[in-house]
Structure formats: structure tokens, C-alpha cells
């Protein structure tokens, strides 16, 4: 204890009480006063674990920044920006790599939902950060390419972090907000929204949901891959509920339910409209397709 203590630089008997803490939440273990990971953290916690979250952890001291304002939106039923608390490419590089970490589990499974017309060639992923999910998409169906619009903070890192993971060949990067500038992107044959719906009000993502019908080309596909809501009346859910709690916080919206995405998605003009649960039970994926000319 002592010498974790020494080797971190902190108060040892702070360390003891936050390390039983740690073996209440079973990250760790504890026999005869030594510590141990569990296979939890050894599975997420470690820089070469099989499902590596360490920059999950890292950003989560933003988490806890916008956390500490739910007195505000209690009050006053609104939220805040939370690119506010994104003051420095180094912020941005260590929330690219913590949505790329959640995302690198779950993004093959999405592709292979996703229905792509024959010869289509071009994919929109709006607000798509690090770019993975579109890449995937298109590496299932050459030739297409993927274009992520996503504001200039996230922009300027992606395109480095684009080459690290292997996918600059088949991604490229555009500034731009999606709820304000048009659409144009020659031949677009898909867009995918991931993780990005509960950023917007229900009004922004209907108009939004609306141009992207219009942009598309006959057969188009779009897909909203997000936090699964629970409908009206259901039972409380620990993950999702405490998910749209924390997107009210930071954006003034919620995570949305399926009905919702749905009916959006008709509304839009969209048909074959389906839904695919996700192998974990916090996501889903609402597909549309565009079948008139």
C-alpha cells in the first residue's frame, strides 16, 4: 500500500479507501491485504486489453466536469454545450480515442446490418468522429467510399487518427455542421448516423432526417445506430436512462425511443423501415430506404 502510494504520489490511506472501493465494484480483488485485477479489468483496463477502455477512463474526467452541472438542468430543464469542456486538441484526441475504443467491439456487427445497393460508391457519416463505423461499411461493399462531416475540432485529429487504425484509404474528412449547411455530396448512396441523434432536439432531427431523403440517390439506405431508450411505461434501465439524463445535461436533448426513430424515419419519406437490436442490449440500429426516384 505503501509503496503504491509512494509510486503514485498520493495520500496512502486515501488509496486504501478508494481501493476497497474498487474490490466492492470487482476491478479488483483483495487476499490477505494484496490487490489484484479482476478479468473485468484485465479484459478493459490494461493498454493491451481485448477490449481496451483506457481512454474511455481518461475522458471521463469530462464526464464528471459535465455531471457536476445537474443541478443547473434540473432547474432549469436545459443543458449545456459540452464542446465547451473540449478546450485543447489534446481533449479532442482523447475523445476520439474513447468513442473509437467503444465503438471497435460492436462496428463489425453494424456494417453487416446496413443494406448497400449494388455499385453504390459514396457514404455520409455524419458527425462520425474517428470514421470507423463508415469504414467498415464500406470495406463490406467496394467501391464505396465514406465522408465523416464533423466539426473542425474533431476534424483535425480524425484525419491522424484515420491513419493509425488503417482506414485513410477509404475515409475522408469534411468540416461542416450537419444542421445548417446542405447536404451535397455527388452520388450519395448512404448515410450513417451514429451516436448522433440524441445530440439534437426531435425538431432538428426531423428536418435533418428530412434533407437526408432528399440528398439521397433512389435505393439509398440510411442508418441511426444509437443508445436504445425504453418506451413509455417500461421498466427503469440503469444504462439508458442514466445515458439520456447525461445528454440532457451536456445538449439539452435525450436519447430517443424506437417509435420515435421510426416514425421520424416514415415521416421523412423513408419505407422498409426496420430495426435490428444490437448483441448488447444498450443499442440499436433503425434502418430506411429511399425507393422512389
Known sequence: MIELAETLSVDPEVVEMLLRILVSAD?????????????????????????????????????????????????????????????????????????????????????????????????????????????????????????????????????????????????????????????????LDAVFLGNVVHHFTPEQNEDLLGRIETALRPDGTVAIWDIRYPEQGSKPDLFSDGFALFFRISSSTRCYRESELARWLVEAGFTDVETHLAPAPTHLLVLGRKRHK
Not at 483506457?54 to 436545459?78: C, P, Q
Not at 482523447?94 to 443494406?115: C, F, I, K, N, S
Not at 464500406?138 to 466539426?151: A, E, F, G, I, Q
Open 27 to 187: 476491478y479488483l480483488s483483495c487476499t490477505e491485504g494484496e490487490y489484484d485485477l479482476t478479468d473485468l479489468s484485465r479484459m478493459a483496463l490494461l493498454p493491451d486489453s481485448p477490449v481496451g477502455l483506457t481512454s474511455w477512463v481518461k475522458f471521463n474526467r469530462v464526464h464528471w466536469d459535465i455531471i457536476s452541472l445537474m443541478e443547473y438542468a434540473l432547474r432549469t430543464g436545459r443543458g449545456v454545450d459540452a464542446s465547451r469542456f473540449l478546450e485543447s486538441k489534446e481533449d479532442w484526441a482523447v475523445q476520439q480515442l474513447a468513442m473509437l475504443e467503444t465503438a471497435r467491439p460492436v462496428a463489425p456487427w453494424v456494417a453487416a446490418q446496413v443494406p448497400i445497393r449494388t455499385g453504390a460508391t459514396r457514404l455520409l457519416d455524419i458527425g462520425g468522429s474517428h470514421g470507423l463505423y463508415g469504414a467498415m461499411i464500406c470495406r463490406l461493399n467496394p467501391p464505396m467510399k465514406s465522408t465523416v462531416l464533423d466539426v473542425t475540432g474533431a476534424v483535425e485529429n480524425a484525419r491522424k487518427l484515420a491513419c493509425l487504425i488503417g482506414i485513410d484509404d477509404i475515409v475522408e474528412y469534411e468540416e461542416g455542421d450537419a444542421l445548417k449547411d446542405a447536404l451535397v455530396i455527388e452520388s
